[in-house]
């Protein structure tokens, strides 16, 4: 199936002027705004996301500054709720939803599976424009007066009650929502129908996995958020009366339609991660991923099972008490995968021989904030546990042990660990190792306070609360000041890499993967001629596999 | 700032011991598996750390039965915590029959109570200690959530529905009470507080101040106000259906469907008169959306509710007697 | 998707695979406009259950002839679009066009029914909003409308944008831009065209033939 | 989708059978049948789609993975009305109190 294309001549590389790769392949502004290289797009959507994670950080910072005292005297109501609408919305529709899957995935699931591009590469620039564009509209929302309903938009105060600029941020929301389906179009279709010759599904590395299930959410979720969020302009700005419960119309079906997305979104942000975690563990590991079947088709099954569980988002909404049991039932079945999958990266580290680079240590770090996280989240599938802790500073720490200690870690041992790839640089690994620490020990004192915080009752999206919460809250916030220079200082020597990094070789980690048989940075088409795949994945030991624990694998094919 | 730092909530309320404890069961399932991951990782990444830089360790094949026990146990304490937390549920929120009844009207930033007896109270709720309270409450404008956490129950208070909880106090003292759903500028201030009483303290309360009269009797002032009784004549002769013992029980409507004239019925009979007519009947009412509030509303039906038929034989509205099988005599709300 | 010049992408092994994969790529695409319209039929399907009585009243405002004529034109621009598409499988460049210009005009006649349907509301005080006419206890008949106008407008906005395609890709047929080995575009448009058609198909029966006895 | 050419009787009979199908949904409906008034609206609506679905679209004619597209597509729509509808109709049910018999 693969035409041959004639064999280009590698200049010798003289030292200085590396070979044309795709940084090379065109300078100047129009080279990059006019691209469709997937490479130079998921590097401007690094710059793009980079740029919108630091100004929901800022948001952020703001919210726990304001939280040091329990009056709430740094701002206004008004301008606290403006503060924590913001970090909502931008942290999770500018940031975690597109990071990974735009900036790495982008990037690497062309190269994983020996494709020259995605399979529409015209599409995916589109995709990038419509994201600045919704990124553009939502931030004129906020430098004309910010919106205050809360990253949920929940009717009807959003439709009626709220004087901010809501429809502006729905306006911003909606188009964004396109960017995300056209990236799940995008990695569908390739996955598909543009594997390499001999690279069956299942010699798949597991990244492809995750990226293939998160596009599936993508695809099948988005469209439902998108209409909710219409319903709302609709109503906000002709006074339709959908959600008006003077006409009969009812609150509960936006709640509905939007968890309809939005539980399913929490998985469009872990999933990538979780491939990412796979592709670090094996590759520090030097072993193939323990389970490779139970630990794909966990993807799979955690996208399809979280299309069944958006109830638990409701369980004191008025929501009916039996269908309340059955999303609860359902809740406990979504996490049964995350556990195998927690499982299968720890028994991959069963015999291997485990080094302690970067990219690893933000692979222990995920495993262990996001175990904590997954646990805490059966907490919220109890009903009757949930009664108490709904909408209290538990949630907001269970979803950001899942967010931040899960999703971020990911993203960043990714970007680390294809750094040399994507930029022909090595970083500093000392400086690495120190980032990952003080993220680690930042998080953690940001975060588990308010776990406390949320049992003890104190809700969300307080700006003053009673005096007996105030030690818990300044923990929190000095944690928030450890976390956010954490995540400065590798911004800075990402920066200093480009210029003054060591030259990274073609592989510098010694991976396994179609990605690293080409040279860092790699040319514009990926491959001189395209791989044929022989081997499975992670496959770093040519030796007979032996069997753990007992009974032989019935899939003794799996080799 | 460190005199008062409570880490655990106190216990006032009877579930609140029970969702406690399988709080702690929780906590202890989490911390097992966490410190189990930790542990694996810890000492695997220790014991099997890379010696040879050129080291390549011997592959081992997955096995099914490893993640056969993974999938099964997981699956099994999942189960088991649900089953407890449902019948833990269930207890919640199925209201007992001798609970007092108290009406909760939320609005932007502020809870206003109605005790039967007459009391109207705004942001603090004054309950007895040892008898089930129920709570029927709605708003006025955007969703708020009633939320104790030291009686540990919660419930969202939606505008244009009912929404029925309950809890029964058990230690007197003054608790905390948030509103938990976001609902605009002063969310953080609908705050106020719920006093649990010893019951003697609480009647000597109640007796204080029954200003104007009882919630029924300001009902009834309300309906001759807004005209109703013109139509609802006691004896049936009007023409519209008679209210006497309407309360409770199931109503005919011309579609041939019967439903129970529970809060909800009433309260959209006034505001949306179309939605359900009682069979024999024509469509002559009109709305009453914007011209009587939330507590007028709840008066209204506190009014219908005293209507019982004084000697207790079939009430005057027509139709047969049980409930279909389809639909739950609902309690007293949806 | 592809240059000018010759129709194989770079970035495709061979013509076979890059069709393949354009038709997937807007399979994919129309299961996001299925769950799109999904949402608004779920929003429509609880109200109406909930308050038939005042979606029936609702119903009665519509012209049921006008409803009726304009399913009859889609459904026939549907057959023009699949003979549109069939005659660009055998490579007859002008017969291509005139189906898809066919299809456009049955398009641009449904668009028009639409307008004169709009207009009519908006004299009866129909449209929802500030505006609405019917107070009291008929104003709940807001409801159904306000669901009747953000289906069939968004519906109409989708035909307008088929439209706009639809002529775009007549004309570029007209220009022999389009052979037996490679049709992909014409066939997509054509699937787009019917998935409108189809979603019609739906917002008839539930919008306008609602307790016509 | 396919290389395969679908005959144009098979266009015409599909376009023929659509014609029909209008008619008697809009015929049906001027016959007070109740709910079931909803029920056959919406199976000849059904019955229409997939006719057109199947033929105009030529999935018939195409591979497999299509038709997964195509019943994923529906699938998660009726997901939506299913746990919807599941809320909806059982809101009302609360577990009343053993022996409530009016307030």
């Known amino acids: 199936m693969s035409t041959q294309i004639e064999p280009r001549k590698v200049e010798t590389e003289l030292v200085g002027t590396p070979a044309p790769n795709y940084l090379t392949n065109g300078f100047g502004l129009k080279s990059w705004l006019l691209t469709i290289d997937h490479k130079r797009i998921a590097i401007l959507y690094l710059v793009s996301i980079t740029a919108m994670f630091f100004l929901g950080g800022l948001f952020a910072l703001l919210i726990r500054l304001e939280l040091l005292t329990p009056q709430g005297d740094l701002m206004e109501a008004e301008m606290y709720n403006r503060m924590f609408t913001m970090h909502g919305i931008v942290m999770i529709f500018f940031f975690l939803i597109p990071s990974v899957p735009a900036v790495l995935g982008n990037f690497l699931v062309p190269m994983m599976i020996g494709a020259r591009d995605l399979a529409f590469p015209r599409i995916n620039l589109l995709s990038w424009y419509i994201f600045v564009i919704g990124a553009i509209i939502t931030l004129s929302a906020v430098i004309l007066g910010g919106v205050d309903t809360g990253w949920t938009f929940y009717a009807p105060f959003s439709t009626t009650y709220s004087n901010s600029n809501v429809a502006l941020a729905a306006v911003g929301v909606f188009i964004t929502g396109f960017s995300s389906i056209l990236t799940g179009l995008n990695f569908v279709v390739t996955i598909h129908k543009m594997r390499a010759p001999g690279m069956t599904w299942f010699r798949l590395p597991l990244f492809i996995w995750s990226h293939y299930a998160t596009s599936l959410i993508m695809i099948l979720g988005t469209p439902v958020l998108a209409i909710a969020i219409v319903l709302v302009a609709m109503d906000r700005l002709f006074r339709f009366g959908i959600f008006d419960p003077a006409l009969g119309g009812d609150p509960l079906l936006f709640q509905h339609l939007f968890w309809y997305y939005s539980h399913p979104a929490v998985y469009i942000m872990i999933l990538p991660s979780m491939g990412v975690v796979s592709e670090l563990v094996t590759c520090f590991s030097r072993k193939r991923i323990f389970g490779y079947t139970f630990v794909a088709f966990s993807s799979l099954a955690i996208a399809v099972y979280g299309f069944l569980v958006w109830g638990h988002h409701m369980f004191t909404s008025g929501q009916s008490i039996y269908a309340g049991l059955l999303f609860s039932v359902l809740s406990f079945l979504v996490a049964i995968p995350s556990a195998i999958k927690v499982f299968n990266w720890s028994a991959t580290m069963y015999k291997g021989s485990i080094s302690y680079e970067t990219p690893m240590l933000y692979a222990f770090g995920f495993i262990g904030l996001f175990t904590i996280g997954g646990l805490t989240g059966l907490f919220l599938a109890a009903t009757s546990v949930d009664v108490h802790v709904h909408d209290t500073y538990f949630v907001v720490a269970h979803f950001h042990y899942i967010m931040v200690g899960g999703a971020i870690m990911g993203f960043l041992g990714g970007l680390h660990f294809w750094w040399p790839k994507i930029t022909g640089r090595l970083f500093p690994e000392a400086w690495g190792k120190f980032a990952v620490l003080m993220v680690f020990a930042g998080f953690n004192l940001t975060f588990f306070p308010q776990f406390v915080l949320g049992y003890l009752g104190m809700p969300r999206r307080y700006h003053a609360y009673p005096d007996e919460y105030q030690v818990l809250n300044v923990m929190s916030t000095a944690g928030a000041s450890i976390l956010g220079v954490g995540y400065l200082i590798p911004m800075v020597y990402f920066l200093w890499s480009l210029r003054y990094g060591a030259l990274a070789g073609p592989n510098p980690w010694g991976a396994k993967g179609l990605e690293w048989t080409t040279p860092s940075p790699p040319p514009t088409e990926n491959f001189d001629e395209t791989p044929i795949v022989t081997e499975e994945a992670y496959a770093y030991s040519k030796e007979e596999p032996e069997i753990v624990g007992g009974k032989q694998s019935t899939r003794a094919s799996l080799r | 700032m460190l005199e008062n730092f409570p880490l655990f909530p106190t216990q006032a309320s009877t579930i609140a011991g029970e969702v406690d404890l399988l709080f702690f069961f929780l906590i202890a399932v989490a911390s097992f598996f966490t410190g189990l991951i930790f542990l694996m990782v810890t000492v695997f990444a220790i014991r099997y750390r890379r010696r040879a830089s050129d080291e390549i360790p011997k592959p081992n094949l997955g096995s099914l039965r490893l993640e056969l026990i993974w999938t099964a146990i997981p699956l099994l304490i999942a189960m088991t915590i649900f089953g407890w937390s449902a019948s833990l549920y269930f207890k919640m929120a199925r209201v007992p029959d001798d609970a007092m009844d108290i009406y909760v009207v939320g609005r932007q930033w502020m809870w206003k109570f109605q005790h039967p007896e007459g009391n109207r109270e705004i942001n603090d709720l004054h309950v007895p200690v040892g008898r089930p309270v129920r709570l029927i409450m709605t708003s006025e404008d955007v969703i708020h959530s009633f939320y104790v956490p030291a009686f540990r129950m919660k419930m969202d208070v939606l505008p244009g529905r009912y929404h029925t909880t309950w809890f029964e106090a058990t230690k007197p003292g003054r608790y905390h009470l948030f509103c938990a759903e976001y609902c605009g500028t002063q969310h953080s201030g609908m705050v106020g507080s719920v006093i649990a009483m010893e019951p003697r303290d609480y009647e000597a309360w109640l007796a204080g101040d029954t200003s104007g009269g009882s919630m029924a009797a300001r009902g009834g002032k309300l309906f001759n106000q807004l005209g109703c009784v013109t139509c609802h004549v006691p004896d049936g002769s009007g023409r519209c259906p008679t209210l006497v013992g309407l309360f409770g029980n199931p109503v005919q409507l011309i579609t041939g469907e019967q439903v129970v004239a529970d809060e909800a019925y009433i309260r959209e009979s006034i505001l949306q008169p179309n939605a359900k007519i009682v069979s024999a009947y024509q469509p002559i009412m009109p709305t009453y959306q914007g011209q009587v509030s939330e507590e007028g509303i709840l008066q209204l039906i506190a009014y219908v509710k005293s209507l019982a038929p004084a000697s207790g034989e079939t009430p005057g509205t027509v139709g047969p007697a049980q409930a279909t099988p389809g639909t739950n005599p609902a309690s007293s709300s949806q | ?213 | 989708m396919s290389e395969h050419v679908v005959p144009l009787r098979i266009y015409y009979t599909v376009f023929a059978a659509l014609l029909f199908l209008t008619g008697l949904t809009v015929f049906v409906a001027f016959f007070d049948l109740g709910t079931l008034n909803t029920i056959v609206a919406l199976t000849i609506a059904v019955i229409k789609a997939t006719l057109v679905v199947l033929f105009f679209m030529h999935v018939w004619y195409s591979s497999k993975l299509t038709w997964v597209f195509v019943g994923a597509g529906i699938f998660w729509f009726l997901i939506l009305i299913a746990f919807l509808f599941g809320d909806v109709l059982t809101r009302d049910w609360l577990p009343t109190a053993v022996g409530w018999e009016g307030n």
């Open chain 3, 1 to 213: 998707m592809s240059e000018a010049s010759s129709p194989l992408a770079h970035h495709f092994d061979d013509l076979s695979q890059q069709k393949e994969a354009t038709s997937l790529g807007m399979w994919t695409f129309l299961v996001t406009e299925i769950l799109f319209f999904g949402g608004l039929f779920a929003g429509y399907a609880q109200y109406r259950g909930a308050y038939p009585h005042a979606f029936e009243a609702g119903s009665h405002h519509l012209d049921i002839v006008l409803g009726g004529i304009n399913t009859v034109v889609l459904i026939a621009s549907s057959l023009t679009m699949a003979l549109g598409v069939h005659a660009s499988q055998l490579g007859k460049r002008k017969k291509t066009a005139i189906f898809l210009l066919a299809t456009v005009a049955l398009g641009l006649v449904f668009l028009g029914i639409k307008a004169a349907e709009y207009t009519h509301k908006y004299h009866e005080g129909l449209i929802p909003g500030a505006g609405f006419a019917l107070q009291g206890a008929e104003r709940q008949q807001m409801l159904f409308f306000a669901f009747y106008f953000v289906m069939t407008g968004l519906h109409a906005a989708h035909m307008i944008i088929g439209v706009v395609v639809v002529t775009i890709i007549a004309f570029q047929a007209w220009r022999g831009r389009y052979s037996p080995a490679y049709y992909g575009p014409v066939e997509v448009t054509g699937l787009y065209w019917h998935f409108v058609d189809i979603v019609w198909i739906f917002l008839f029966p539930l919008l306008y033939l609602l307790g016509r006895h």
